[in-house]
């Protein structure tokens, strides 16, 4: 292994690790991650010379701690700040020379990365950034956003940090499930913002996916019994095994329902059903469980043969009860459409509020196809239209265009 | 909030408006996207643009008004439309030009107009 090569990996292991074990003790994100840039700078140079050290972590922590004091005292902080480094100091010199695997607290990070006074459209971002180090312009990308405007909004949520506005404990039993809910939520966007690119046009959107289920894998490690982060990886896994099924060899879009099954991994699909198998033990279901549930009834038609969409209908309903996002709604119409038929669909879509789905391409595109089935071929015409209007993925415009030309 | 969004096109964008075989889809593309649009009540205005061979620049140089055939800069893309939305950011702005059936668009916010 190259020396880069083994700076890259120690950076993947180690760098969401010295983010979080520093934030906890200095609070300042950013000092933090400038101070570790540095570090990293300073290794890749290092290394190359005398080949990686035995406990990375360490060599990189001490340098970086170097780099805060250097900060500290052109900033004249304040005794406290210098007495954390000194302790600091003392526990690395302790790593570097005992057996003691380095701290892991990026569960710590996570929540704080989700904390309520976060403003839930930073909290994915952030988490990105300090647990996986992905830089602001590459997450703005991702999430359609302006570049100058990410860098600003993580820049403020980092000050929330700083001054002392988030609580650095593990929520207590009272507050665990709304918190826990939004670090899985916010990991959950991860994957999404990957899994929108269904193209794989973008490499570094695909990566995203990954990097989703690399969080997802970590806080499963932390906690392994907990349901609902079984439920998030069995989610995530049912839909991640069937990623080359999703386009054909010309790169078009194929819908679930038309995949060729052999195209799916059944490694992951078998870890998907044992995360899930893990969860249901616990009794006490949740969204994500309720999600990876509908993905594990599709995937059932590996060995049937056929999908159960009476099945994935009442599935759907448990899911309207617990998060009825608009997702979630026009998922339950299509599955009931499925189910019990085209009219019973489309009625409730109708129920769903205008303003809501005003934007929503999925809405459109399932109105439309639900609208050729009753050969109501005016508004599935219109429908069509509209959805390909709101796409913003060519090949799923494409396809959508193939289907209007059917009516 | 007013945003403009600026559509631009490729030589070969503009040459699907008068080819035979390309002309239905390209102008579908555009009235599926400004059918959306509409319906969903963001438009203040927005038109299509003819091609920039059809332009003409007006330069002053040296206090002499020069008149050209052409677009004001040669580059390979040029603006091909524009709409102006009313959307409450500038995240769903950027949502909205992503939607569009062009590779580039850029984004700009309106400045309000003088009282």
Redesign the interface.
């Known amino acids: 292994m190259d020396a880069h090569h083994a700076i890259e990996q120690a950076a993947r292991d180690s760098y969401g690790r010295l983010v979080a074990y520093l934030t906890i003790r200095w609070r300042d994100l950013h000092a933090v991650e400038d101070a570790l840039a540095d570090a990293f700078l300073a290794a890749l140079k290092t290394w190359h010379d005398n080949g990686v050290p035995n406990k990375p972590e360490a060599w990189l922590l001490t340098v970086a701690r170097r780099r805060l004091i250097d900060r500290a005292r052109h900033d004249q902080a304040q005794d406290d700040a210098m007495q954390a480094l000194i302790e600091m100091a003392k526990e690395a010199q302790e790593l570097a020379f005992s057996d003691t695997a380095f701290p892991d607290e990026r569960l710590k990070m996570l929540f704080i990365c989700a904390h309520p006074a976060i403003n839930p459209h930073v909290r994915t971002p952030l988490m990105l950034q300090t647990v996986l180090g992905i830089d602001a312009a590459r997450i703005a990308s991702a999430f359609?956003?302006?570049p100058a405007?990410m860098g600003q909004r993580l820049t403020r949520a980092k000050a929330k940090i700083r001054d002392g506005h988030i609580r650095f404990e593990l929520p207590d039993a009272k507050e665990w499930p709304l918190r826990l809910d939004a670090v899985l939520e916010a990991i959950y966007a991860v994957y999404g913002s990957g899994w929108d690119d269904v193209a794989g046009l973008d490499p570094r959107r695909r990566d995203l996916a990954q990097e989703a289920i690399y969080l997802g894998r970590l806080l499963l490690k932390l906690m392994p019994d907990e349901p609902e982060v079984n439920g998030l990886i069995a989610l995530m896994l049912h839909c991640e095994a069937r990623r080359d099924a999703r386009r054909n060899e010309k790169g078009g879009y194929v819908p679930l329902t038309k995949q060729d099954i052999s195209l799916w991994s059944e490694t992951m699909i078998e870890e998907a059903e044992r995360c899930l198998g893990h969860a249901a033990q616990a009794g006490c279901i949740g969204r994500f469980q309720l999600d990876a549930a509908i993905q594990s009834v599709h995937a059932e038609r590996a060995r049937t043969g056929r999908t159960e969409w009476e099945e994935i209908a009442l599935l759907y309903e448990g899911l309207v009860r617990l998060a009825p996002t608009t997702g979630v709604l026009v998922g339950r119409a299509a599955a009931v459409a499925e189910a019990r038929g085209a009219d019973k669909g489309l009625a409730l879509l109708k129920e769903i509020p205008a303003e809501r789905i005003?934007?929503y391409q999925p809405f459109w595109a399932l109105t439309a196809h639900l609208s050729k089935r009753m050969q109501q071929n005016e508004q599935a015409r219109?429908a069509y239209?509209?959805a390909?209007?709101?796409?913003?993925d060519p090949s799923i415009r494409e396809f959508l265009?193939q289907q209007a030309r059917q009516v | 909030m007013h945003y403009t969004l600026l559509f631009y096109e490729s030589a070969e964008d503009f040459s699907h408006r008068t080819d035979p075989l390309r002309k239905k889809e390209y102008l579908?593309g555009w009235?599926?996207?400004?059918?959306?649009?509409r319906?969903?009540?963001?438009v203040v205005s927005g038109n299509g643009l003819h091609s920039p061979e059809t332009a003409t620049s007006l330069k002053r140089h040296n206090g002499k008004m020069l008149v050209q055939d052409g677009p004001v800069t040669e580059t390979k893309e040029q603006i091909g439309g524009i709409f102006v939305i009313d959307v409450p950011d500038?995240?769903i702005a950027?949502?909205w030009a992503?939607?569009g059936p062009v590779n580039t668009v850029e984004v700009r916010q309106n400045i309000p107009p003088m009282e």
């Open positions: 359609l956003v302006k405007t005003k934007s219109s239209s509209r390909i209007g709101l796409c913003t265009k | 579908a009235s599926h996207y400004v059918k959306a649009l319906e969903s009540g963001v500038l995240d950027l949502k992503a939607r």
